[in-house]
Every structure is written in C-alpha cells, then in structure tokens.
C-alpha cells in the first residue's frame, strides 16, 4: 500500500531554515505530482507547494515564493521541501501528499501523517 513518511520537523528560530523530506513507497512515484500541506492550530489543510511529474514546481501560496522550493529525486522516491527564512506563521505540521496523476491540477489522494514545525525564538 501507499506509504509517505515525512520527517525534518522541528523547533527553529525567525529566519532560520528547514528541510523537509518524504519518503514513499507503494506506487509509482515517477508517474505522479506531490505536494506539500500544511495544518495550522486551529485552520484548516491548505496546500504549499506542488511539484509535477516533469519538476514543474506550483507554489499555492504567493508569500512563500522566495522562501519555500520543493524538489523531488525519482531514484530514491523522495520530495523535499526547503523552508528558508521561516516566520513564526509558517508553524505547522506539514503533510506530504501524492495526486491521483501526473500535474499539479490533479486532486490529492494520499496523505502521511506529517511532521511538526515551529517557528518561535
């Protein structure tokens, strides 16, 4: 079955970096996008950025061009997500997703079970 796995979390300071990783296994990982989620306290899942079967990146959030880049290795079946410059908004448990298909427009159809960042000094 699908397994995503996602781990790099944890406590940082304003304006330090992260990166996140997902591991996966169960599918056929080169066929598919994947994306980043995230869950604040208290709102609701939004997404953060997606990556397609062809490296085309889409951020669904403008505030995080700059800060935020997602990258994916095919051989080894991972997605990363670079997180630079963090604000203290941006505490979350970020989830790792696949979509049904190879383009960011497809819906998500799997979710991990995410691991926590906090951003506070």
């Known amino acids: 079955q699908v397994q995503l796995v996602e781990s790099g979390g944890g406590l940082v300071q304003p304006g330090g970096s992260l990166t996140l990783s997902c591991a996966t296994s169960g599918f056929t990982f080169q066929r598919v996008a994947m994306s980043w989620l995230r869950q604040a306290p208290g709102k609701e899942r939004e997404a953060v950025l997606c990556?397609?079967?062809?490296?085309?990146?889409?951020y669904y959030k403008d505030s995080l061009k700059g800060r935020f880049t997602i990258s994916r290795d095919n051989a080894e079946r991972t997605v990363n997500l670079q997180m630079n410059n963090l604000k203290p908004e941006d505490t979350a448990r970020y989830y790792c997703?696949?979509?049904?298909?190879?383009?960011?427009?497809?819906?998500?159809?799997?979710w991990g079970r995410g691991t926590q960042v906090t951003v506070s000094s």
């Open positions: 997703a696949t979509h049904i298909g190879g383009s960011c427009v497809s819906r998500n159809d799997n």
């Open positions: 990556i397609s079967r062809h490296d085309t990146s889409t």
